[in-house]
Nanobody, 117 residues
Framework: QVQLAESGGGLVQAGGSLRLSCAAS????????VGWYRQAPGKQRELVAN???????NYADSVKDRFTISRDNAKNTVYLQMNSLKPEDTAVYYC???????????WGQGTQVTVSS
């Protein structure tokens, strides 16, 4: 069973930074993509950023130039560096990985990010 363990959420003031981590229980190269999603109360879950197996990245327009997704292959971990945080970034952030061979989706348990104004 693949496990994704998120960490790094918390409470921060507007303008501050946080770094989220998503540690996978198997090699990052087992996944064709790994991404961060978020869900705010009363809203649908949305893609924040993802990184494809070859290393290319995609970002939601709302986080471009503020968030950076990266990975450490040796640690099987994907990071989301979040800078210049805004109250509207408040949400539960989830890590999702899509397995390369079968396309199975795996989700982490989520980590709360709260940005105060």
């Amino acid at each position: 069973q693949v496990q994704l363990a998120e960490s790094g959420g918390g409470l921060v003031q507007a303008g501050g930074s946080l770094r989220l981590s998503c540690a996978a229980s198997l090699s990052i190269f087992s996944f064709k993509s790994v991404g961060w999603y978020r869900q705010a109360p009363g809203k649908q879950r949305e893609l924040v950023a993802n990184i494809i197996s070859r290393g290319s990245t995609n970002y939601a327009d709302s986080v471009k130039d503020r968030f950076t997704i990266s990975r450490d292959n040796a640690k099987n971990t994907v990071y989301l560096q979040m800078n210049s945080l805004k109250p509207e970034d408040t949400a539960v952030y989830y890590c999702k990985a899509d397995e390369t061979i079968w396309g199975t989706e795996y989700w982490g348990q989520g980590t709360q990010v709260t940005v105060s104004s």
